[in-house]
């Protein structure tokens, strides 16, 4: 109701006049989406923000390394030398592991869950999926340290070598915490997203188009190879990008279990190794503010590009599904 | 359908077996695929669970840690800082989270409100730490301290597209009639949507602020460069102040069996705080709906 109107008498049944309800309501409205406008304003200059501190923050770097930045083997602090080749390598082979591993688990498991799955099977198993995905990773990151690693030292690793040892990735010392085992622990992680995605983009697929398959009389399995996969490809293609964005920007499960130290380059999964993020996560205690501290803040712009450009092409080829959303929400 | 239309075919050419066998394979590939992922999965929860019950104890909840080496010890000034650091975030992420979602749902349908959306999404998908760093060069570096203050201010951060989001995912889900019968009867939009709208989608509103509180309390990386930790009992928000999470991170470096069974049990903690924040979320958007 507008108030403090003196010079408005009101009719002679008690109301306002229309118009000058309607220019309350209009007054109203535009006052409440004004403040909700200042909110919104408030989340998209929050990525504004976090673009401008890590850029105006790893200019130092930028300029005194530029590109060597990110060929540069060292990251010494004692000489003041910074580059992240070793990070960017940790990052890209157990992101690109995780992925290796998670992806036909995961689309295998989004097939059953949207496809043979028994109904009543079905928002259970589902259920259960998506929970993994709301673990938090320091919970990944303790088994990985904990019972995955000492297994891998003492087990897994010398198995490996024994039986596929003539392959470079697995030769070597093995150290039980290493590239590997941040690879198996990503894994898991993403896992549960490319179930969630995968599935949700196949539950989509017109009901028309199975139904002609099998009226021609095509089998189960054909309908899932001519019909469902071609129609969801797009979008389990959108939902692995979105995986591998998560699993390239994991910091405290990767950390835990990666070892945290450069070896020498080579191809042996058994080697320790540390991620742009694990980086970050151990040397901010050290840094000191110059070059240091603006050699982590690049760090951190470049996982944060990174996931950027893996978020935004996923979620363009999931829009193309005719879906502005997936996944994530439920749990 | 599957597993009976592999029996149901009458006829039996050579053709039709291959293809029925190479049915039957993929049948078995996608039920081995769900059963590795099941299997790895409720290995993990149980592991952790029993791991975690065992050395559970109410000491966990209301001591100190204990002298290093010493048995007995609890994370209490963990649970404690996590319970302040939740809620201050709490303070800061709902009300951007809420009212973004709100907008998104009620007012704007046009290419802003796709622009805003996708940047939410954006946000979703960053990796937590690069809060902490925002909130570490913004606050902690300046303030030549880390603190609880900071660590909120990234948890917080972190909050808002989850809450933007399960508000507007709630919202859409209040019949379109709801809101046209309170217009019709001359309210305007804003009143609708305060007095007819959020109360509607109470429920659900309020289990996604739960859920994203219960997100953020898993939250370790954020939490490094800004709370940092501590292994007192600390109230004060300008002070370094421990987390749940970090303190499990600690401890499972830890070469005291002691400190890592305490990791154990913290860890139990995290994880049940998900599964119920999970089960209300179910519990509060229809039982167990699932967009199908």
């Keep these: ?127 259960i999926a998506d929970l993994l995905a709301a673990v938090p990773s320091v919970v990944f990151g303790l088994w990985g340290f904990l019972v995955l690693a000492p297994w891998l030292f003492h087990t897994g690793e010398p198995w490996l070598q024994q039986h596929l040892g003539f392959l470079p990735l697995f030769q070597g010392q093995p150290h039980g915490l290493g590239l590997l085992a941040a690879g198996v622990v990503l894994a898991i992680m993403v896992l549960p997203l490319i179930i969630a995605v995968s599935r949700e983009v196949m539950l989509i697929v017109p009901r028309e188009q199975r139904e002609a398959l099998f009226a021609l009389g095509g089998t189960h399995w054909e309908v899932i190879r001519y019909v469902v996969l071609p129609f969801a490809r797009v979008g389990i293609t959108g939902g692995i990008i979105l995986a591998l964005g998560r699993a390239l920007g994991e910091t405290m499960a990767v950390t835990m279990v990666i070892g945290n130290q450069a070896m020498p380059p080579g191809w042996s999964l058994f080697n320790t190794g540390y991620t742009l993020s694990s980086v970050i996560a151990n040397q901010f205690g050290e840094a000191t503010p110059g070059l240091f501290l603006s050699a982590l803040l690049e760090a951190g712009l470049i996982v944060f590009l990174i996931t950027l450009l893996t978020n935004i092409l996923a979620r363009l080829l999931v829009a193309q599904m005719g879906r502005t959303r997936i996944g994530e929400f439920v749990v | 359908m599957s597993v009976s239309s592999l029996f149901s075919s009458r006829s039996c050419s050579i053709l039709t077996l291959r293809r029925r066998v190479v049915n039957a394979l993929s049948v078995i590939f996608a039920a081995a695929c769900i059963a590795i992922a099941v299997a790895i999965l409720l290995y993990l929860l149980l592991y952790m669970l029993i791991q975690g019950a065992q050395f559970l104890n109410l000491a966990f909840f209301t001591q100190l840690p204990a002298a290093f080496g010493s048995s007995g010890g609890g994370m209490g000034e963990a649970v404690q800082g996590t319970l302040i650091l939740v809620g201050l975030a709490a303070l800061f992420g709902v009300p951007p989270g809420l009212f973004t979602g709100i907008y998104l749902s009620e007012f704007d349908h046009g290419p802003l409100a796709m622009g805003v959306r996708f940047i939410v999404d954006i946000l979703n998908g960053v990796p937590t730490i690069i809060f902490g760093l925002f909130a570490w060069v913004l606050i902690v570096i300046p303030a030549h301290t880390f603190s609880g203050l900071s660590g909120s201010v990234a948890l917080g951060m972190i909050m808002i597209p989850i809450v933007a989001r399960a508000t507007e995912e709630v919202l859409r889900l209040v019949p379109q009639e709801l809101r046209e019968a309170s217009l019709a009867l001359g309210a305007p939009l804003w009143r609708t949507i305060i007095q007819v709208v959020l109360p509607a989608a109470r429920r659900g509103i309020i289990t996604g602020v739960i859920l994203a509180m219960a997100r953020v309390a898993g939250e370790t990386a954020p939490l490094l460069m800004t709370a940092f930790g501590n292994t007192f009992w600390n109230t004060n928000v300008l002070q370094p102040m421990d987390a749940l999470p970090l303190r499990v991170f600690v401890f499972t470096e830890s070469p005291y069996p002691v400190q890592i069974n305490q990791a154990y049990a913290g860890s139990f903690v995290l994880i049940m705080m998900i599964l119920i924040a999970s089960f209300a979320v179910r519990w509060a958007t229809g039982g167990l709906r699932h967009r199908e």
């Excluded at chain 1, 009719?11 to 309800?21: E, T, V």
């Excluded at chain 1, 000489?79 to 992240?84: C, K, P, Q």
Aim: aromatic share 16%; with cysteine.
């Design chain 1, 1 to 127: 109701m507008p108030q403090g109107q003196v010079f408005v008498e009101k009719k002679k049944d008690g109301r306002w006049p229309a118009w000058l309800m309607k220019a309350g309501w209009y007054l109203g409205d535009m006052l409440f989406r004004g403040i909700l406008l200042l909110f919104v304003l408030l989340t998209v200059g929050l990525v504004l923000g976090i673009i401008w501190v890590l850029i105006s923050n790893s200019l130092p770097t930028i300029q005194a390394f530029g590109w060597h930045f990110l060929t540069n083997q060292a990251f010494d602090p004692v000489h003041n030398i910074f580059g992240v080749a070793p990070a960017i390598f940790g990052t890209l082979v157990t992101a690109v592991f995780a992925l290796f591993f998670a992806v036909p688990v995961g689309v295998g498991a989004a097939i059953f869950l949207a496809e043979f799955c028994p109904r009543s099977l079905r928002i259970p198993l589902a259920f």
